[in-house]
C-alpha cells in the first residue's frame, strides 16, 4: 500500500510538471507567433487605435510580467478572456468538449469493436485470403489522408447513397461518418497490434503446452492468448483513444464538427492566446489522466510491472 | 467591409480556393458522373432558409467585430439609418427621409412606429447613442474609425437627429449604411450591459435572435412585426461549413439553401445540378497588388508601369477564375461613383514592358510577391501565374508564402518586401471609400505620395460639389496609371450557391441580407 501511495504521488507530482510545462511552452510560442490585434481591428486602423486595443488587452506588457499574471490567475482557476469571443476562454473551449467527447469516444467504440475480432482473426487465420484482406484494408486505412477519406465517405453515403447527412450535429446519423472517418486510423492499427501481439504469443511454449494438453483451440485463445496479448493491445488502444479526443481536427473541419480540435485550430489563426491556451490543458490533462489510468490497469494486468514502478 | 480575414473568417478564406485545388475536389468530380438524377426541384414548401458559410460568427455586437462571417449575420438582426440595397444605390432604412441642411449638417428623419425585438420603440435617442457609442473609448468597440468626421450627434425630437460634421462630408449617408453604423438599442444595453447584449442581441432588423451553438448553428427567427414586412420565411439559419468541398456537396445535396464563397472552378458543376444553381454578382472592390513603392526599384514608375504592362489580366481571368471576373480599367471599380466607362481596360504589351524596363535602368534586383493562402481567392495560383509573366519579360520575380497573421503584422508595421494582395473594397460606393482610404497620406496602404494626388485627394473628400469631384477623381486616374502604387489586376464575381427554389439577389459587397426586396422561395 505505501508503494502504491508513493507510486501515485510521485505521478501526481508528474503530471504537474508536465502541466505547467506545456502551459508555458505554449504561453511563450503563442505569444512569439503573433500579435492578434491587427485581425481584430479592421484593416485601415489608425496606430493610436491598435495601441489602445494593445493595452486594453495588456499585450503592452513585457512578457515577464503577462507571464506572472497568467500564472497567478491560472492558480485561481482562471484562464483569462477570449480576444475573439470575449467570454472567458476556459467556458469557450468547455463548451467545445462535449462534442469532441462524443466524436471521438463514438470513434474509439467503433475502431475498437471492428479491430479487435479483425486482429484476433487475421492471427487465428494468418495467411489466408481474409488476413491478407483484412491487412491489406488496415495498410489503406493508415494511409489514406482523413480528409479524402472524409470526402469519399460524404460522396458515397450521403450525396450517392442518401444515408447520412454531410455535416453538423444532431442525431446518431449525423455522428457515423466523421466517427468512421476519425476511427479509420485507430481501427487500423489497432487491428494489425492486435494481430502481431496475437501471433506473438501463440509461439509461447505455454501455448504449445495447453494444446498438448488437448485444450480446445477456442479455449486457448480465449483463455490463454488474450489475456497475454492484452498489454501491447491495451497500450496502442489507449493512445489512440488520447489521439482521438485532442485531435479531430481534420474531421471536425471536413464534417463542420463543431469540436474542440477545430476551436484550437481557429484560435491559432486568430491568435486567441487564452482559448489556445485552455484547450491545450484540456488536451494535456486528457492524456495524462489516460496514461495514469493505463499505468494503473497495467498494474492490474501484469504484476511485474507493478513490481518494477514502485 | 474588407473580406479581410478577421476572426474565424481567417479560417475560412484561408482554405477558400487552397483546399478547394486540392484533393476533395478532385475526388468529388471523379464520382460525380455516378451520381443518380435527383427529382427536379423549383418549389418548397420549406419555412426555414439554411445559409452555409466558411466560418461562425463570433460576436453578435455589431460594433465589435468588422469580420465578414459576423456582418453577414449582424445586417440582419439590425438596421441602419440608410440602406444599400443590390443595385448599389442608397435607400431608407431605419432613416426615411435625409438631406444636407448646411456644408457641415445633415438632418435625417427616423421611421415611427419601428419596435425593438423586445417590444421597447424605436427613438432618436437610440441612433444618437449608436453612433456615439462607436467612437466612445469607454465602449472599446472595434469600429471606432468609422465615424471620424462626425462633430456631434443632436435628437431634438423622438424622430430627427442632426449631424455636425467637422468639414463638409458627402458621404455620411453612405457611411450610415455600412458596419458599425447598426443601430442598437439603448435601454436594453444599458439593461443588461454588453456581455448579455453580446450574447443575446435585440435590434430592429427582418430577424431575431432564438438560439446559438458555436460552430454548429445560429437560429434566427422571421420578426412578423418588421417594419420593411416580414421576409418570405419563418426561420434563417446560419451554419458554418469550413472546407469548401463539403460546402459544394451540401448545396448539390439540399441540405442548406444558400452557400457563399462558391469556388469560380465549381460554378459549372452546381448549374448542372438538378437541385442547385450558381450566382454571382460582380465584386464592389478590386484584387490589386499593393507595392510598397518605397523600397528600390519599386520606387521608380517607369519599373512599375512595366510590371503593369507584362501581366495578362485575359489569362488570369480565362483560366484561374473560369471568366468570373474583368479586367478592370484603373483604380476604380465598375458599379462605384465616379467609374470612367470610357477607360480601356488595363493593357497587356509584353514588348513594350521590355523596352520600359531597360529604359528605367532594371539590374535584375528581386521584386516579391509576399502572399497569402486564401487571403483573397485565388491569391497564390494568381501569384504564381504573375511572377511567371514578369520572368517572361526579365523581371526577377520572387513569390513569398505568408500566413494571414503574418501579412496582418506587415500591414499594421508597414513592411512588405514589395508587393501584397489586397482587396480594396468599396464601403462607400465611391473613390474615397477606396482608394483614397488606403492609398491617403496616413492610411493603411501610404507607401507612395505624389503632391497632385494628395491635394485632389483631399480636395474631393470634402467637397459636396459632384461635379468637382468627378473631374478630381479623373485627374487621381491619370496619375495613379502614371504611378501604379497598386497594380490593379482584376474585378472578379462573388459567387454563391442556391436551391433552384430560392430566388436572392446578392448585394456585390458581401453585405449578406435576408429582406423582401432581394429574397424570396418560390413555393408550389
Known amino acids: 500500500m505505501h508503494g502504491l501511495g508513493a507510486f501515485l504521488a510521485y505521478r501526481l507530482l508528474r503530471a504537474f510538471v508536465a502541466l505547467w510545462l506545456v502551459s508555458t511552452v505554449v504561453f511563450v510560442v503563442m505569444r512569439l507567433s503573433g500579435d492578434p490585434v491587427p485581425l481584430l481591428l479592421p484593416p485601415d486602423a489608425p496606430t493610436v487605435e491598435i495601441t489602445r486595443v494593445r493595452h486594453e488587452l495588456g499585450l503592452d506588457r513585457p512578457l515577464a510580467v503577462q507571464y ?20 472567458p476562454a476556459m467556458a469557450v473551449a468547455f463548451a467545445y468538449l462535449p462534442a469532441t467527447f462524443e466524436l471521438g469516444l463514438a470513434a474509439f467504440l467503433i475502431a475498437v469493436v471492428v479491430a479487435f475480432p479483425i486482429g484476433v482473426f487475421s492471427a487465428v487465420r494468418r495467411n489466408s485470403p481474409l488476413d491478407h484482406a483484412a491487412m491489406g484494408v488496415a495498410l489503406v486505412g493508415q494511409s489514406a489522408p482523413t480528409f479524402f477519406l472524409g470526402i469519399l465517405l460524404i460522396l458515397g453515403f450521403s450525396l450517392w447513397l442518401n444515408l447520412f447527412p454531410t455535416s453538423g450535429r444532431g442525431d446518431w446519423r449525423y455522428l457515423v461518418l466523421p466517427a468512421l472517418t476519425l476511427g479509420a486510423f485507430a481501427m487500423a492499427s489497432i487491428a494489425r497490434i492486435t494481430r502481431s501481439a496475437v501471433l506473438e504469443v501463440q509461439r509461447a511454449d505455454y501455448i504449445r503446452t ?25 497500450t496502442i488502444t489507449g493512445l489512440q483513444f488520447g489521439t482521438l479526443l485532442g485531435g479531430a481536427v481534420v474531421t471536425e473541419t471536413v464534417f463542420s464538427w463543431p469540436g474542440m480540435g477545430r476551436l484550437a485550430i481557429q484560435s491559432i489563426y486568430n491568435r486567441d492566446y487564452p482559448v489556445v491556451q485552455s484547450t491545450v490543458f484540456i488536451a494535456a490533462v486528457l492524456f495524462i489522466f489516460i496514461n495514469l489510468a493505463l499505468d494503473a490497469l ?8 507493478r513490481a518494477a514502478r514502485s | 467591409m474588407k473580406r479581410g480575414g478577421r476572426g474565424s473568417q481567417a479560417l475560412s478564406r484561408r482554405d477558400f480556393l487552397g483546399r478547394a485545388a486540392g484533393l476533395g475536389i478532385a475526388a468529388t468530380g471523379l464520382l460525380e458522373a455516378t451520381r443518380p438524377e435527383a427529382a427536379v426541384a423549383q418549389t418548397t414548401q420549406k419555412r426555414e432558409l439554411i445559409v452555409a458559410q466558411g466560418g461562425d460568427v463570433s460576436k453578435f455586437d455589431p460594433h465589435l467585430s468588422t469580420s465578414s462571417n459576423d456582418i453577414r449575420v449582424s445586417f440582419n438582426i439590425f438596421d441602419n439609418l440608410t440602406s444599400r440595397h443590390p443595385d448599389g444605390k442608397l435607400y431608407p432604412g431605419l ?10 449638417t445633415w438632418r435625417f428623419k427616423l ?51 442632426i449631424f455636425t460634421t467637422k468639414k463638409p462630408d458627402p458621404l455620411l449617408p453612405a457611411r450610415l449604411a455600412f458596419y458599425g ?48 414586412g416580414k421576409i418570405d420565411t419563418d426561420r434563417v439559419v446560419f451554419r458554418p461549413i469550413p472546407e469548401t468541398a463539403s460546402r459544394v456537396i451540401a448545396i448539390l445535396k439540399g441540405e442548406v439553401d444558400v452557400i457563399t464563397q462558391l469556388p469560380p472552378d465549381q460554378v459549372a458543376r452546381v448549374d448542372r445540378s438538378p437541385k442547385a444553381r450558381a450566382a454571382s454578382t460582380l465584386y464592389a472592390g478590386l484584387y490589386v497588388l499593393a507595392v510598397n513603392s518605397k523600397v528600390k526599384p519599386l520606387d521608380n514608375p517607369r519599373i512599375k508601369q512595366a510590371l503593369s504592362l507584362a501581366i495578362d489580366r485575359q489569362a488570369i481571368v480565362k483560366d484561374l477564375w473560369r471568366g468570373q471576373g474583368l479586367v478592370p480599367n484603373g483604380p476604380i471599380a465598375k458599379g462605384d461613383n465616379h467609374y470612367d466607362a470610357s477607360l480601356p481596360p488595363l493593357p497587356y504589351d509584353p514588348a513594350k514592358a521590355k523596352a520600359n524596363l531597360r529604359e528605367a535602368g532594371y539590374k535584375n534586383e528581386p521584386i516579391y510577391i509576399e502572399t497569402t493562402v486564401g487571403y483573397v481567392a485565388n491569391d497564390k495560383p ?50 474615397d471609400g477606396m482608394m483614397w482610404r488606403l492609398l491617403g497620406p496616413g492610411g493603411p496602404q501610404d507607401y507612395w505620395r505624389h503632391p497632385e494626388f494628395d491635394e485632389l485627394g483631399n480636395a474631393a473628400r470634402f467637397s459636396l460639389d459632384e461635379k468637382f469631384r468627378d473631374q478630381a477623381y479623373k485627374k487621381m486616374t491619370r496619375i495613379f496609371l502614371e504611378h501604379n502604387p497598386w497594380i490593379v489586376v482584376l474585378q472578379p464575381y462573388e459567387l454563391y450557391g442556391f436551391e433552384r427554389y430560392v430566388e436572392f439577389i446578392p448585394n456585390p459587397n458581401q453585405q449578406f441580407e435576408v429582406r423582401r426586396f432581394n429574397f424570396r422561395m418560390r413555393r408550389a
Open chain 2, 382 to 431: 494568381m501569384s504564381e501565374a504573375i511572377a511567371a509573366m514578369w520572368k517572361d519579360v526579365g523581371v526577377n520575380a520572387v513569390v513569398e508564402v505568408i500566413e494571414y497573421s503574418v501579412r496582418a503584422e506587415k500591414n499594421r508595421d508597414r513592411s512588405f518586401k514589395g508587393m501584397f494582395w489586397s482587396d480594396p473594397t468599396s464601403t462607400l460606393g465611391d473613390p
Open chain 1, 210 to 234: 495447453a494444446r498438448a494438453k488437448g485444450m480446445g483451440e477456442f479455449m486457448v485463445i480465449a483463455k490463454h492468448t488474450l489475456k497475454n496479448a492484452a498489454l501491447p493491445i491495451l
Open chain 2, 111 to 161: 421611421r415611427q412606429g419601428v419596435k425593438w425585438h423586445n417590444g421597447d420603440p424605436l427613438t432618436s435617442a437610440d441612433a444618437k447613442f449608436s453612433i456615439e457609442r462607436t467612437y466612445d473609448p469607454a465602449a472599446k468597440t472595434l469600429v471606432a474609425t468609422v465615424f471620424t468626421t462626425i462633430d456631434r450627434i443632436d435628437a431634438p425630437d423622438p424622430f430627427t437627429l
Open chain 1, 68 to 87: 506572472a499574471v497568467f500564472i497567478g490567475n491560472v492558480l485561481h482557476g482562471d484562464f483569462g478572456r477570449s480576444i475573439h469571443f470575449r467570454q
Open chain 2, 181 to 228: 453604423g447598426q443601430i442598437v438599442p439603448k435601454k436594453y444595453l444599458g439593461e443588461v450591459g454588453p456581455d448579455a447584449f453580446n450574447a443575446k442581441p435585440v435590434g430592429t432588423g427582418p430577424v431575431r435572435f432564438v438560439s446559438w451553438t458555436k460552430d454548429d448553428r445560429l437560429v434566427l427567427g422571421a420578426n412578423p412585426d418588421y417594419w420593411g
Open chain 2, 95 to 104: 432613416a426615411t427621409e435625409w438631406a444636407s441642411t448646411g456644408p457641415t
Open chain 1, 298 to 305: 497495467y498494474g492490474v494486468l501484469d504484476p511485474r510491472a
